[in-house]
């Protein structure tokens, strides 16, 4: 005969949740956050599907192809537009090119562009963090220091002064919004690596011999994760705005690539005569923006956990 257990031990019994599975367990409970993960879902499947769902080449010039010699309106025949005309969903550019087509593939610009940027500032801050906090002294104050005089400009004033030495294009916008990226991720990783290499299960590696080097990696960095990962998501919208801003500005995506920013600064004398070529692109970019900050409510559910690993 069994003992049944009493409804305390049944909850001590559990094994506890990791912060991954909060995080999963908050994003499902959290009506914005499951908002912008639809929104993510539906451009990250625009992106991967743009060679079946646009209908020209992004960089294709219509004219001779269409009969087409300028820009037009959008045209959609379910909507009344003559059926001898060509259908063009956003209509055409000032270069004579299908404007739907290129806001189809600008969306796999801008993902390219968010997640490398801040794949680059995570590794690189973490690392730079974790070493500050792990062995403090001297490395601590020369890297501190160095991620102040960072954070002291303004991201996107520094951004467009690493681009202009580097030279215009989006591989060097990239390296720019990156470096500038880096000091939020490594002061995250360095609070954190202060708080872990106290506790117990940490000094128990030490005192067997762990290499400094297992227990950073092995040991401190895995509990790094969850508040970095809330810190990129919303670094992706930001990385996003910034890399439009510096297109828009001509320093970044150059022509004739499909990007949103760029899109936006080549047709900005058009906003009053042709609306269109500068809506659809700043649509696309806030709707992009709107989904990794609506992600980022996640932080709100979450924060116990963080602040557990962070304080």
């Known amino acids: 005969m069994t003992v049944a257990e009493s409804p305390l031990e049944q909850v001590l019994a559990r094994p506890p949740r990791s912060p991954g599975q909060d995080a999963m367990r908050a994003l499902f409970r959290t009506k914005s956050a499951i908002l912008g993960m639809i929104i993510l879902l539906a451009l990250v499947l625009v992106a991967v599907s743009a060679p079946i769902i646009a209908p020209y080449d992004p960089n294709q010039v219509l004219i001779g192809k269409e009969n087409v010699k300028k820009r037009t309106a959008p045209c959609i025949h379910l909507l ?55 062995v403090g002294g001297w490395a601590d104050n020369v890297i501190m220091r160095f991620m102040d005089v960072l954070l002291a400009f303004p991201a996107l004033l520094l951004a467009i002064a690493i681009v202009t030495v580097l030279g215009e294009g989006l591989i060097n916008a990239l390296l720019a919004i990156g470096i500038v990226s880096i000091p939020a991720y490594a002061r995250v990783s360095r609070a954190s690596v202060l708080s872990i290499k106290e ?42 705005l910034d890399a439009a801003a510096l297109s828009f500005l001509g320093l970044g995506a150059q022509p004739p690539m499909a990007e949103w920013g760029s899109m936006l600064g080549a047709e900005r004398n058009q906003v009053f005569t042709a609306p269109y070529l500068v809506f659809f692109p700043g649509l696309a970019i806030m ?20 602040d557990k690993v962070t304080r």
């Not at 087509?101 to 973490?126: D, E, M, N, P």
């Not at 709107?290 to 924060?303: C, I, M, P, R």
């Open 80 to 134: 009344g537009c003559p059926t001898d005309q060509p259908q063009h969903l956003m209509g055409i550019d000032g270069n004579v090119r299908d404007f739907f087509s290129r806001v189809v593939y600008g969306a796999r610009v801008s993902l390219f562009i968010g997640f490398s940027t801040v794949g680059f500032a995570i590794v690189i801050g973490t690392l730079l963090g974790a070493l500050a906090g792990y």
């Open 287 to 306: 709707l992009t923006v709107l989904a990794f900050n609506l992600l980022g409510e996640v932080d709100k559910e979450t924060s116990r956990q963080v």
């Open 199 to 240: 506790q117990d299960f940490v000094m128990a590696d030490r005192s067997i011999g762990v290499p400094p080097e297992r227990i950073l990696l092995n040991s401190i960095l895995p509990h790094v994760l969850t508040p970095l990962i809330v810190q990129g998501t919303l670094g992706i919208a930001t990385a996003i």
